[in-house]
């Protein structure tokens, strides 16, 4: 089916209590591993490019692809712009066909924030736009910050400021691989979720164990990124094909095994997340 909307998909999550999974992709291959696991498992899912991933390869390429694949399955797909780094950059992504959009103003005052938010969420004219207020920790791309968690009554003021359809929460994760075991703020998601009706997002995923997203989703989170780990998933299969098949000289061969590994590994998140079935 065409590419749809993230809004309606997030807000049937968190009416149902379950989180749609928004994988991080780098090439052609990881889109294919995602969308074959979420097609597989019935899952609405959300795909998702960076800043840096669109250095790479502009949105016209991303775009292209995933909403190609996209009309060859009957699940739900929203292709999202992650960690946005400008106005120009979510622009560009609307004229190419996304539909969906982060603008990331975190390291900027709040009243910076608000301002490069809002005019993001009026550019894009309908378009559900994701923001964050606080700051999750670590490197993503360019992106490296130490953690502030988010104030449940600056949420609300930012949100009606703004205009958002999302909000992604700083409550102790950090993109990036975790050095120990994260200890996540679930009584300040609960403030945010008591005070704040809109869906709210957990970032910074990768290496959170399984049994906190699942508390985190009924605590309120109905988006779930994951990027980090699927990154090392998809590397190390490549890798270790490399070494185990030294003669092969063909690209497919070791692409084709970190999609494999991939989409194994997305099953296994989507089902974390419960939307398994919810397509």
């Known amino acids: 089916m065409p590419l749809l909307s993230s809004k309606e998909l997030l807000l049937e999550a968190q009416r149902r209590q379950y989180a749609v999974g928004a994988f991080n992709v780098e090439n052609m291959e990881m889109a294919q591993g995602v969308i074959a696991a979420a097609a597989e498992l019935n899952a609405p899912v959300l795909i998702q490019t960076t800043s840096g991933t669109l250095r790479y390869a502009p949105p016209s390429v991303f775009a292209g692809m995933v909403s190609r694949m996209a009309r060859d399955v009957s699940i739900p797909v929203a292709l999202h712009l992650d960690h946005g780094n400008s106005l120009a950059l979510a622009e560009q992504c609307v004229r190419e066909g996304y539909t969906s959009l982060m603008i990331d103003g975190s390291l900027l005052p709040f009243s910076g924030n608000v301002t490069l938010t809002r005019s993001v969420v009026e550019m894009a004219d309908g378009i559900p736009v994701e923001a964050e207020l606080g700051t999750v920790g670590g490197k993503e791309d360019d992106h490296e910050a130490k ?5 449940p009554a600056e949420a609300v003021e930012f949100a009606q400021r703004t205009g958002i359809s999302s909000l992604a929460v700083a409550i102790g994760t950090a993109h990036g691989v975790y050095r120990g075991i994260p200890q996540l703020d679930l009584k300040r998601l609960e403030e945010i979720r008591n005070v704040l009706s809109i869906p709210l997002v957990l970032h910074g995923t990768s290496g959170v164990p399984d049994d906190t997203v699942r508390m985190c989703i009924q605590k309120g989170i109905c988006k779930v990124n994951y990027a980090t780990e699927l990154r ?10 490399i070494i185990e098949n030294t003669s092969n000289f063909d690209p497919k061969a070791y692409l ?6 991939v989409k194994a590994r997305v099953m296994e998140l989507i089902t974390v ?3 398994a079935g919810k397509a």
Request: aromatic share 8%; net charge neutral.
């Open 273 to 275: 997340c419960g939307s």
């Open 256 to 261: 084709a095994a970190g999609r494999d590994a």
């Open 147 to 151: 953690p502030q968690y988010t104030d």
């Open 232 to 241: 090392i998933t998809f590397s190390n299969a490549v890798r270790a094909h």
